[in-house]
Each structure stands twice: as structure tokens, then as C-alpha cells.
């Protein structure tokens, strides 16, 4: 069973900096398009941006020059580098993959992760 994990989310001041991890596990053969998305109190959720297997990126007009988007492909994982948080960005962030199982790719998504960021 394919399983996307996260971590690094928390509370940090307006100004500051986090790092999430989302490492994926399990039996598969390739993942393409990883990305980051993010969720706030009643709101929907939307991209925050995402990595292709070869290294192409995507950012949301609001955390361009902000935040960077990475990936370790032979640990399974990408990483979200976010810098000058501001309170906006407050919300639960979920990492999201394609990845192929059998014949064709699917989505996955993790558990989410809550980060904070004080005003």
C-alpha cells in the first residue's frame, strides 16, 4: 500500500521559516508530478506548487520568491523550503504525488500538516 508521510509543519513567527517533508513508501514503480497544497479555515484547497520528475517547477502567484519546491528522487521525497511566512499562509498543507502502481499513474495525498504563522 503506497503511503505519503509528512513532517517539518509547526507554529513560526511572521518573518520565519519552515521546512515539510513528504517522503512516499510502498510498492510502486515510478512517481511523476510531486506538489505541495495547502488548506485554510474555509477555504478551498490550492496549489502551493509542484516539482515534475525531471526538476520543473510551478509556484502559486502568492509564495513565488518565497518558498521552493524540491525533491530527492531516490528517497521518494520533496520538500517545501518556505521563507518570509506571513499569517496568510496559515493552514494545513498537504503533499500530493502521481504515482504509478500498476498501468496507469494515480493521485496521492498525505496526512496534511498544520503550520502556523504568527502575526
Known amino acids: 500500500q503506497v503511503q505519503l508521510v509528512e513532517s517539518g509543519g509547526g507554529l513560526v513567527q511572521a518573518g520565519g521559516s519552515l521546512r515539510l517533508s513528504c517522503a512516499a513508501s510502498g510498492r510502486f514503480f515510478s512517481i511523476h508530478t510531486m506538489g505541495w497544497y495547502r488548506q485554510a479555515p474555509g477555504k478551498q484547497r490550492e496549489l502551493v506548487a509542484t516539482i515534475t520528475g525531471r526538476g520543473s517547477t510551478n509556484y502559486a502567484d502568492a509564495v513565488k520568491g518565497r518558498f521552493s519546491i524540491s525533491r530527492d528522487n531516490a528517497k521518494n521525497t520533496v520538500y517545501l523550503q518556505m521563507n518570509s511566512l506571513k499569517p496568510e499562509d496559515t493552514a494545513v498543507y498537504y503533499c500530493?504525488?502521481?504515482?504509478?502502481?500498476?498501468?496507469?499513474?494515480?493521485?496521492?495525498w498525505g496526512q496534511g500538516a498544520q503550520v502556523t504563522v504568527s502575526s
Open positions: 500530493n504525488a502521481n504515482i504509478l502502481i500498476t498501468s496507469a499513474f494515480a493521485p496521492y
